[in-house]
């Protein structure tokens, strides 16, 4: 990697926590990805990006802004690419995925917060994370309570924290809701990029995203066959690198993947023995590094073949319909869009379950596991009765609580092992 | 054939050699700092053909017999079934994990229930309770089992119980009213877990715990089903790992 720390000491990083954050990122990299067996050789490009990920991706936004393009960073797939692409802005996803400087979070949250909320004030505090540094607006949104709270905490620390309200409820009220803060977000993006939305450059891009949703859509539709052509890890790491990227590159650079992957099905060859056992992941978003559970999981004989998740199938499920027509046209198809994503926020949210089923059955997945963080009351609320259907319709299914660190690995292997023994048995 | 299993568990391992479906040798040990070394010593002049490690650590005896590992769930699964050729319910509290698992009618793992990642009302509890009231770990528990009525305990949490113990002797509290109470409070805590997983019918309970009777007492009469428990209840693992060598 070049020298950056000019860039950095530019952007208000702390050298030496950054300099122990990317060592102890780089050698965790190399441990959990490049020790993996028969990876595809287009994971080489993933590889580089992570190399480079508070690298030259930096360097590139730096470019961006120098060129008047805004940079809004966001913790959540609600917040819509699109838009911020229509007025030529750069979307970046924000860190929130390591146990980093949580002594210091704990300064100001309650200790009983969500590893992912905590993550992201230990590295604001911390000031270690180039991508929020480098944000002309900071979207928080309305998702869960303990966010919610938090933003407010988090206003003064950032240079302008936008926050979004979402409804709870799939009701037309609700619809009109979220189309009216989408509304009132494509404003402000006017009025800090100091861009007009047209209907041209909003077209243009939904068709950009939509592109890289395709693209991982197909990507998820491959890991379908047996024997897995890619690891879990090294899919939700294209998931994960999905937030960072840049859109027409990353879209691009998975296409180059799946044709490799779709020559591996035709082949027989994939990373880990046939008739492998076969487990779907389901549950929270899980950010850059946060690979605990996937490892777990797959350093005990099973491989993973799906991602329910914001960071997987939630976050590219849904496609924006793309048509010729006004702004607010196109603003209803992105609603429409978005209020599809059947998050753990709402309620009731039986959709969701269902396509867990959906999906256990079209990527021949044995079990599930069904992951959340501690403190995360949706979704571990949800758990439960997302447990007995599942297990209602013979998917046997394991629940497990966590968060970042490390102390109850021997545990939740225990767990996994187990369970994967149940599944071995069928 | 003689199979063998060998379960590591947090304080003690336990080594069960099998031959023609009947247990030949049953052994166990404290765990030490070394836990590779006493699984060694263990092992000493025992003669077998194959052996599977189960308990915490298998997954070190893997690195230096090569032999397989299965998980200490699945391993009580198989062991309760030896002792028990029809039972659906199993209950290990062992040293610092509680597991509740449930089997289906040919034997398979159905579902499985543990503690969290702290060892709060294990094995390690009693132990350090007992400790606290002055009682070894026979006394404690027919202390509890001879007390007319319980002082509740409000933490199986081995830390904060510890000092809601001794502020309950200092304020004047019968020994054996607050042993009935840890024994009430593990008992509880148990039954959270297995009441998710239970089927009706014989309860099998195993691991260390096991021994106590007032915890077996408390069970049986909490969950309303009858409890079994083997003649050798910390040997269920290492047995379920020795059958799973077949």
Same mark, same amino acid.
């Given at each position: 990697?070049?020298?950056?720390?000019?860039?950095?000491?530019?952007?208000?990083?702390?050298?030496?926590?950054?300099?122990?954050?990317?060592?102890?990122?780089?050698?965790? $990299?190399?441990? &959990?990805?490049?020790?993996?067996?028969?990876? /595809?050789?287009?994971?080489?490009?993933?590889?580089? #990006?992570?190399?480079?990920?508070?690298?030259?991706?930096?360097? !590139?936004?730096?470019?961006?802004?120098?060129?008047?393009?805004?940079?809004?960073?966001?913790?959540?797939?609600?917040?819509?690419?699109?838009?911020?692409?229509?007025?030529?802005? %750069?979307? %970046?996803?924000?860190?929130?995925?390591?146990?980093?400087?949580?002594?210091?979070?704990?300064?100001?949250?309650?200790?009983?917060?969500?590893?992912?909320?905590?993550?992201?004030?230990?590295?604001?505090?911390?000031?270690?994370?180039? $991508?929020?540094?480098?944000?002309? %607006?900071?979207?928080?949104?309305? @998702?869960?309570?303990?966010?919610?709270?938090?933003?407010?905490?988090?206003? /003064?620390?950032?240079?302008?924290?936008?926050?979004?309200?979402?409804?709870?409820?799939?009701?037309?009220?609700?619809?009109?809701?979220?189309?009216?803060? $989408?509304?009132?977000?494509?404003?402000?993006?006017?009025?800090?990029?100091?861009?007009?939305?047209?209907?041209?450059?909003?077209?243009?891009? &939904?068709?950009? #995203?939509?592109?890289?949703?395709?693209?991982?859509?197909?990507?998820?539709?491959?890991?379908?066959?047996?024997?897995?052509?890619?690891?879990?890890?090294?899919?939700?790491?294209?998931?994960?690198?999905?937030?960072?990227?840049?859109?027409?590159?990353?879209?691009?650079?998975?296409?180059?993947?799946?044709?490799?992957? !779709?020559?591996?099905?035709?082949?027989?060859?994939?990373?880990?023995?046939?008739?492998?056992?076969?487990?779907?992941?389901?549950?929270? /978003?899980?950010?850059?590094?946060?690979?605990?559970?996937?490892?777990?999981?797959?350093?005990?004989?099973?491989?993973?073949?799906?991602?329910?998740?914001?960071?997987?199938?939630?976050?590219?499920?849904?496609?924006?319909?793309?048509?010729?027509? @006004?702004?607010?046209?196109?603003?209803?198809?992105?609603?429409?869009?978005?209020?599809? &994503?059947?998050?753990?926020?709402?309620? /009731?949210?039986?959709?969701?379950? !269902?396509?867990?089923?959906?999906?256990?059955?079209?990527?021949?997945?044995?079990? *599930?596991?069904?992951?959340?963080?501690?403190?995360?009351?949706?979704?571990?609320?949800?758990?439960?009765?997302?447990?007995?259907?599942?297990?209602?319709?013979?998917?046997? @299914?394991?629940?497990?609580?966590?968060?970042?660190?490390?102390?109850?690995?021997?545990?939740?292997?225990?767990?996994?092992?187990?369970?994967?023994?149940?599944?071995?048995?069928? | 054939?003689?199979?063998?299993?060998?379960?590591?568990?947090?304080?003690?391992?336990?080594?069960?050699?099998?031959?023609?479906?009947?247990?030949?040798?049953?052994?166990?040990?404290?765990?030490?700092?070394?836990?590779?070394?006493?699984?060694?010593?263990?092992?000493?002049?025992? *003669?077998?053909? #194959?052996?599977?490690?189960?308990?915490?650590?298998?997954?070190?005896?893997?690195?230096?017999?090569?032999?397989?590992?299965?998980?200490?769930?699945?391993?009580?699964?198989?062991? +309760?079934?030896?002792?028990?050729?029809?039972?659906?319910?199993?209950?290990?509290?062992?040293?610092?994990?509680?597991?509740?698992?449930?089997?289906?009618?040919?034997?398979?793992?159905?579902?499985?229930?543990?503690?969290?990642?702290?060892?709060?009302?294990?094995?390690?509890?009693?132990?350090?309770?007992?400790? +606290?009231?002055?009682?070894?770990?026979?006394?404690?528990?027919?202390?509890?089992?001879?007390?007319?009525?319980?002082?509740?305990?409000?933490?199986?949490?081995?830390?904060?119980?510890?000092?809601?113990?001794?502020?309950?002797?200092?304020?004047?509290?019968?020994?054996?009213? %607050?042993?009935?109470?840890?024994?009430?409070?593990?008992?509880?805590?148990?039954?959270?877990?297995?009441?998710?997983?239970?089927?009706?019918?014989?309860?099998?309970?195993?691991?260390?715990?096991?021994?106590?009777?007032?915890?077996?007492?408390?069970? !049986?009469?909490?969950?309303?089903?009858?409890?079994?428990?083997?003649?050798?209840?910390?040997?269920?693992? +290492?047995?379920?790992?020795?059958?799973?060598?077949?």
């Amino acid at each position: 990697m070049a020298d950056y720390t000019k860039m950095w000491s530019e952007l208000g990083l702390d050298l030496e926590g950054h300099n122990a954050l990317l060592s102890i990122l780089g050698s965790a $990299y190399g441990d &959990i990805f490049l020790s993996q067996k028969n990876r /595809p050789e287009g994971m080489k490009y993933f590889d580089f #990006v992570m190399s480079e990920v508070h690298g030259l991706r930096i360097q !590139e936004l730096m470019e961006a802004k120098a060129q008047r393009r805004i940079v809004v960073g966001s913790y959540c797939v609600f917040v819509p690419e699109e838009l911020i692409l229509a007025v030529d802005g %750069v979307s %970046v996803g924000l860190c929130a995925g390591a146990e980093f400087n949580f002594e210091g979070a704990e300064e100001v949250l309650p200790r009983n917060t969500c590893a992912l909320i905590k993550s992201a004030f230990g590295f604001k505090l911390g000031k270690v994370c180039p $991508y929020l540094e480098a944000s002309d %607006v900071v979207v928080g949104e309305n @998702t869960c309570d303990g966010k919610k709270k938090s933003y407010e905490i988090l206003a /003064p620390m950032v240079k302008d924290l936008y926050v979004m309200d979402l409804p709870q409820m799939k009701t037309d009220m609700g619809r009109t809701f979220l189309k009216e803060e $989408y509304r009132r977000f494509m404003a402000k993006l006017e009025r800090v990029s100091g861009k007009k939305i047209t209907p041209e450059s909003l077209k243009m891009g &939904i068709e950009i #995203v939509n592109a890289k949703r395709a693209a991982v859509k197909r990507l998820a539709a491959i890991r379908a066959a047996d024997p897995a052509p890619i690891s879990g890890l090294d899919a939700l790491l294209v998931n994960q690198v999905f937030f960072y990227d840049d859109p027409v590159r990353f879209t691009h650079s998975v296409n180059q993947l799946c044709d490799e992957l !779709e020559e591996r099905v035709k082949n027989g060859i994939g990373v880990s023995a046939p008739e492998t056992t076969r487990v779907l992941v389901s549950g929270c /978003p899980m950010a850059v590094p946060n690979w605990k559970l996937p490892m777990l999981i797959e350093s005990s004989n099973a491989v993973i073949v799906g991602e329910e998740s914001c960071v997987g199938e939630r976050g590219v499920r849904w496609l924006t319909e793309s048509k010729d027509g @006004t702004v607010e046209d196109l603003l209803d198809a992105i609603t429409a869009r978005y209020f599809s &994503i059947d998050c753990a926020v709402f309620t /009731p949210n039986p959709s969701r379950v !269902e396509y867990v089923k959906e999906m256990a059955k079209k990527l021949n997945a044995q079990g *599930v596991i069904h992951y959340s963080l501690q403190f995360c009351q949706p979704y571990i609320v949800e758990s439960g009765p997302v447990e007995k259907e599942l297990e209602h319709a013979s998917i046997p @299914t394991l629940r497990l609580e966590t968060d970042y660190s490390q102390e109850d690995a021997g545990q939740l292997k225990t767990r996994i092992e187990a369970f994967i023994e149940r599944l071995e048995k069928k | 054939m003689r199979i063998a299993g060998i379960d590591i568990g947090s304080r003690t391992v336990k080594l069960a050699v099998l031959e023609d479906g009947q247990l030949i040798l049953s052994r166990n040990t404290m765990t030490s700092y070394n836990p590779l070394a006493t699984a060694q010593e263990l092992m000493g002049d025992a *003669v077998f053909d #194959v052996i599977t490690a189960t308990g915490y650590g298998r997954h070190l005896i893997k690195g230096h017999l090569d032999c397989p590992v299965i998980s200490e769930i699945t391993a009580f699964a198989r062991g +309760a079934r030896f002792f028990s050729s029809d039972c659906r319910s199993i209950l290990d509290i062992g040293g610092q994990d509680t597991k509740a698992i449930s089997l289906d009618q040919e034997g398979n793992l159905r579902k499985f229930e543990m503690n969290d990642k702290c060892a709060a009302g294990t094995g390690r509890f009693l132990e350090v309770m007992a400790t +606290a009231l002055g009682f070894t770990i026979e006394e404690f528990s027919k202390a509890g089992l001879s007390a007319g009525k319980a002082v509740k305990i409000n933490s199986t949490c081995t830390v904060f119980a510890e000092s809601e113990v001794v502020s309950l002797t200092a304020q004047g509290a019968a020994r054996d009213e %607050v042993a009935l109470g840890i024994h009430k409070a593990i008992v509880s805590r148990s039954i959270g877990l297995l009441k998710k997983v239970a089927v009706p019918g014989e309860i099998f309970f195993a691991g260390g715990v096991a021994y106590n009777d007032c915890v077996r007492v408390l069970l !049986e009469k909490e969950m309303g089903q009858p409890v079994f428990v083997p003649s050798d209840p910390q040997i269920v693992g +290492a047995v379920g790992a020795a059958l799973s060598s077949l």
